[in-house]
């Protein structure tokens, strides 16, 4: 909301138009057209804006005009919409793909990428954001770095932290000092599949790799959400292991360790299958599954 205190949620005017909006984007994704892609909702589209000028630690020059003539209502939106990047030459190309699927009307081209790390922004002929992405990254991260320094490695915090105003070194690039391709299975029978509960909850965004890493493991990987387990639909009497996954939610949290095991702990009928090794056969041990920072040496 902007400039109001109001009780209307943004919504959803069109289901047909978001399946088109979907269609459209895996029409990018198979020709290789996408180069980032943002989701527009909580914090609006500014948010989003700057969410991605932060994770690829460049600069943006917008201009927002055809959004209408409230700029600022129009940069604190939230309702249901995307930011793309593409590359520019390939504009009529995508142009194309609007029209076809539909949302030539609804898409907008709204700027570019800066070599200057710079954040600006402007509509009607008038300035509305000007500044240095480090700056605005830094505002961003600081209650994040306060909080993981208090809950985590201090050391680590730090050096996440002063990260924001390096230029270099701003991709992961991890070190695999073994055949991810290996079949480590090999030697097993393969008919015999151990299933392993991948147990899902709000806010985890890690559960598909995790399933993957099982599945090269030799085991049986199922989805477990925790409303399957606290309606009834599902049972931890036939899994020989369960996976809490992690995730984001409650990564601002400093509760975070607790705030993951409310909703299982919160009904007892269900939780105590997690307590009590009897319930499953030959049980492996219970493995939780949170976030991983490392300090540089």
């Known amino acids: 909301?902007?400039?109001?205190?109001?009780?209307?949620?943004?919504?959803?005017?069109?289901?047909?138009?978001?399946?088109?909006?979907?269609?459209?984007?895996?029409?990018?994704?198979?020709?290789?057209l996408m180069l980032a892609y943002h989701d527009r909702s909580d914090g609006g589209f500014l948010i989003t804006l700057l969410e991605m000028a932060f994770a690829g630690h460049c600069g943006l020059t917008l201009d927002t005009t055809a959004l209408g003539d409230e700029p600022v209502s129009a940069l604190c939106a939230e309702e249901v919409g995307a930011v793309i990047q593409v590359s520019a030459d390939d504009e009529a190309v995508i142009a194309g793909l609007l029209e076809a699927h539909g949302l030539a009307e609804m898409a907008h081209w709204i700027g570019t990428i800066n070599n200057d790390d710079?954040?600006?922004?402007?509509?009607?002929?008038?300035?509305?954001?000007?500044?240095?992405?480090?700056?605005?990254?830094?505002?961003?991260?600081?209650?994040?770095?306060?909080?993981?320094?208090?809950?985590?490695?201090?050391?680590?915090?730090?050096?996440?932290?002063?990260?924001?105003?390096?230029?270099?070194?701003t991709e992961i690039r991890p070190v695999v000092t073994f055949d991810p391709n290996e079949d480590i299975t090999a030697g097993f029978n393969p008919a015999q599949r151990p299933k392993v509960a991948i147990l899902r909850e709000q806010g985890v965004n890690g559960q598909q790799e995790m399933a993957a890493a099982f599945d090269r493991a030799g085991f049986d990987a199922i989805d477990v959400h925790m409303s399957?387990?606290?309606?009834?639909?599902?049972?931890?009497?036939?899994?020989?292991?369960?996976?809490?996954?992690?995730?984001?939610?409650?990564?601002?949290?400093?509760?975070?360790?607790?705030?993951?095991?409310?909703?299982?702990?919160?009904?007892?009928?269900?939780?105590?299958?997690?307590?009590?090794?009897?319930?499953?056969?030959?049980?492996?041990?219970?493995?939780?599954?949170?976030?991983?920072?490392?300090?540089?040496?």
């Open 1 to 32: 909301m902007y400039n109001q205190v109001g009780d209307v949620a943004a919504d959803l005017d069109s289901a047909d138009d978001l399946l088109k909006l979907f269609d459209f984007v895996q029409a990018l994704m198979a020709d290789d």
């Open 118 to 169: 710079a954040i600006q922004i402007s509509a009607h002929g008038q300035t509305l954001l000007s500044g240095n992405r480090k700056t605005y990254q830094a505002w961003w991260s600081e209650t994040s770095y306060r909080m993981q320094a208090l809950r985590d490695n201090e050391a680590c915090a730090q050096q996440e932290f002063d990260a924001i105003q390096q230029d270099a070194n």
């Open 228 to 297: 399957d387990v606290l309606s009834g639909e599902v049972a931890f009497d036939d899994f020989r292991g369960l996976v809490a996954c992690g995730g984001f939610s409650y990564g601002d949290v400093l509760g975070l360790a607790a705030a993951g095991p409310i909703p299982s702990c919160s009904t007892t009928r269900r939780v105590r299958p997690l307590n009590n090794s009897s319930s499953v056969k030959t049980p492996l041990p219970w493995g939780s599954v949170t976030a991983v920072r490392c300090c540089r040496t």
